[in-house]
């Protein structure tokens, strides 16, 4: 059974950091290529980032771009999420989630970040 | 506001079939393929279609895609209460190198 399961969310302030980690199993992580997900409070889904299987090609979106990287190790079977200068608006739900067949397939639970000071 | 634009909401009674829409651009819906989701409350989003118009095991067929142009559809039929949820098309856009999704439509049974 395909699980993704992500850890490190929780309360930060304004400007500060979170390091976001994502444990896979039941699949070969390897191969495939990950991305990361958020939602914000009772909004729609807006990617963030996402990264090839062997970690070369990785691309973020323009808002978070300098401030968030995306990163993998496939020997441990994770994926991570570093936010640095985080802001208000980044308080959000966070998916760690699977390309297959082109596209997200498979999404973790998610973990809920709050910046607020 | 998203790149892809999706109606944000839709009333159906049971057992009647309804479409949600999707419009793109040339660099997103016009030249790769459209993903949908099903999102629950309180749930994470689950893959509905793949590559336009394909189901994953596990999905009734009640549910089909379809994309013509810069635009896509999911086609839902026989509804029930339990296909109450938010329903989201996705597409990589070549022009921002990234995937884009529309605002989501929710979708209520009464």
């Known amino acids: 059974e395909v699980q993704l399961v992500e850890s490190g969310g929780g309360l930060v302030q304004p400007g500060g950091s979170l390091r976001l980690s994502c444990a896979a199993s039941?699949?070969?992580?390897?191969?495939?290529?990950m991305m990361w997900v958020r939602q914000a409070p009772g909004k729609g889904l807006e990617w963030v980032a996402n990264i090839n299987e062997d970690g070369s090609v990785k691309h973020h979106l323009d808002f978070v771009k300098g401030r968030f990287t995306i990163s993998r190790d496939n020997a441990k079977k994770s994926l991570f999420l570093l936010m640095n200068s985080l802001r208000v608006e980044d308080t959000a739900v966070y998916y760690c989630?699977?390309?297959?067949?082109?596209?997200?397939?498979?999404w973790g639970q998610g973990i809920l970040v709050t910046v607020s000071s | 506001q998203s790149v892809l634009t999706q109606p944000p909401s839709a009333s159906v009674t049971p057992g009647q079939r309804v479409t949600i829409s999707c419009s793109g651009s040339?660099?997103?819906?016009?030249?790769?393929?459209v993903y949908w989701y099903q999102q629950l409350p309180g749930a994470a989003p689950k893959l509905l279609i793949y590559k336009n118009d394909q189901r994953p095991s596990g999905v009734p067929d009640r549910f089909s895609g379809s994309k013509s142009g810069t635009s896509a559809s999911l086609a839902i039929s026989g509804l029930r209460s339990e296909d109450e949820a938010h329903y989201y098309c996705a597409a990589w856009d070549d022009s921002l190198s990234g995937w884009v999704f529309g605002g989501g439509t929710q979708l209520t049974v009464v």
């Open positions: 040339s660099s997103n819906i016009g030249r790769n393929s």
């Open positions: 989630v699977r390309e297959l067949s082109g596209g997200p397939d498979y």
């Open positions: 039941g699949f070969t992580f390897s191969r495939f290529w």
